[in-house]
């Protein structure tokens, strides 16, 4: 599966963004989808993740309440709805599918990424 994220912009700090992670080939519906992010010089990190149909969602702590994971399996689009945005939350953004069957945290269980889009917080 290929993947293509957009949405990432500048916003100031308690604004909102819609991040869309659109994604090629018929098996998109079976997939774990993830976001994940990784500020400048820090490591990549986990954010949030929806299983296959929708039916279960996992946030990191500090986004719970602020962030929310969609996704539309005909369309093949997975959604990060980003709320009350902070200057933390700066960072490239990026969506992954895992061929899983449970919802996942761990990066290395995410084979397909797609090629990040920047969010600028400003403060």
């Known amino acids: 599966v290929q993947l293509q994220a957009s949405g990432g912009g500048l916003v100031q700090v308690g604004g909102s963004l819609r991040l869309s992670c659109a994604a090629s080939g018929r098996t998109f519906s079976t997939y774990v989808m993830g976001w994940f992010r990784q500020a400048p010089g820090k490591e990549r990190e986990f954010v949030a993740a929806i299983s296959w149909n929708g039916s279960a969602t996992y946030y990191k702590d500090s986004v719970k309440g602020r962030f929310i994971i969609s996704r539309d399996n005909v369309k093949n689009i997975v959604y990060l709805e980003m709320n009350s945005l902070k200057p933390e939350d700066t960072a490239v953004y990026y969506c992954?599918?895992?061929?899983?069957?449970?919802?996942?945290?761990?990066?290395?269980?995410?084979?397909?990424w797609g090629q990040g889009t920047l969010v600028t917080v400003s403060s």
């Open positions: 992954a599918a895992a061929s899983v069957s449970r919802v996942v945290v761990v990066t290395s269980a995410y084979l397909y």
